[in-house]
C-alpha cells in the first residue's frame, strides 16, 4: 500500500461543476500538504499549499486538511476547461527536507 | 526565460546505453531535484542535490548517477539503461528547505524510451 493515495481518474464534469479531489495518507508525520497541477507533457506547478490542518482559500481553489482523518481534499468551484489537467497532492513532515510524497494523481477532465 | 530546462525533451535508447539529460535553472535556487515519474503518474523523488548534500533515496538504483558542474545545473547520467526505465523524468528546484518546504519548480520532463 502506497503512502499516499488518490484516485486516479478520470474524473470527467461539465463546465461549471463544484469539483472535489481527494488524497488518503497513512503517515502521521506529514504536516505540509500540496497540490500540484500537471498539464498533459508539461511539469506540475504548484497550485496550493497549507500547514496542517484547516481551510486555505485561493479563487476558485479551497484545499482542506484533516489530520484526524488523514485526508486532504481540494475543491474548485466554476470549473472551466482550462482545469482540466492531473492534479497530484505531495505532502512533507516538519523538517524533512527536501523529500515530498506525491499521490498518483487524479486526471479532471472539464467539458465545456 | 524558462525557468528550469531539460534536454532533451525525447530520448529513444537501446537497452544496455549509457545515456544523460541535462537540467538547468536560473532561478538562482541552491537546491536541485530529480524526480521519476511512471506511466501511472507516480512522481517519485530519486536525488536531491545542493551545494552541500547529496540525498539518495535508497530505491533508486547505483546505474544512476546526479553530477552538478555548479549550483544551476543537475545532470542526470543513466549506465546500462533497462527497459524498467522508460519513464519520464523531471528535473526541479527550489530554495534550500529548512523546517518548513519551499516550492519547487519544475522543468518540462524528458521522455525516456528504452526499447
Known amino acids: 500500500q502506497k503512502e499516499v493515495e488518490q484516485d486516479p481518474g478520470p474524473l470527467s464534469v461539465p463546465e461549471g461543476a463544484i469539483v472535489s479531489l481527494n488524497c488518503t495518507y497513512s503517515n502521521s508525520a506529514f504536516q505540509y500538504f500540496m497540490w500540484y497541477r500537471q498539464y498533459s507533457r508539461k511539469g506540475p506547478e504548484l497550485l496550493m499549499y497549507t500547514y496542517s490542518s484547516g481551510n486555505k482559500e485561493d479563487g476558485r481553489f479551497t484545499a482542506q486538511v484533516d489530520k484526524s482523518s488523514k485526508y486532504i481534499s481540494l475543491f474548485i468551484r466554476d470549473s472551466q476547461p482550462s482545469d482540466s489537467a492531473t492534479y497530484l497532492c505531495a505532502m512533507r513532515g516538519y523538517n524533512a527536507g527536501n523529500m515530498l510524497t506525491f499521490g498518483g494523481g487524479t486526471r479532471l477532465m472539464v467539458k465545456p | 526565460d524558462t525557468a528550469v530546462s531539460q534536454t532533451p525533451k525525447y530520448l529513444v535508447t537501446q537497452m544496455g546505453n549509457d545515456k544523460s539529460i541535462k537540467c538547468e535553472q536560473n532561478?538562482?535556487?541552491?537546491?536541485m531535484y530529480w524526480y521519476k515519474q511512471d506511466s501511472k503518474k507516480f512522481l517519485k523523488i530519486m536525488f536531491s542535490y545542493n551545494n552541500k548534500e547529496l540525498i539518495i533515496n535508497e530505491t533508486v538504483p547505483n546505474r544512476f548517477s546526479p553530477k552538478s558542474p555548479d549550483k544551476a545545473h543537475l545532470n542526470l547520467h543513466i549506465n546500462s539503461l533497462e527497459l524498467g526505465d522508460s519513464a519520464v523524468y523531471f528535473c526541479?528546484?527550489?530554495?534550500?528547505?529548512?523546517?518548513?518546504?519551499?516550492?519547487?519548480?519544475f522543468g518540462p520532463g524528458t521522455r525516456l524510451t528504452v526499447t
Open positions: 526541479a528546484s527550489s530554495q534550500d528547505p529548512g523546517p518548513t518546504p519551499y516550492e519547487q519548480y
Open positions: 532561478l538562482g535556487h541552491d537546491t
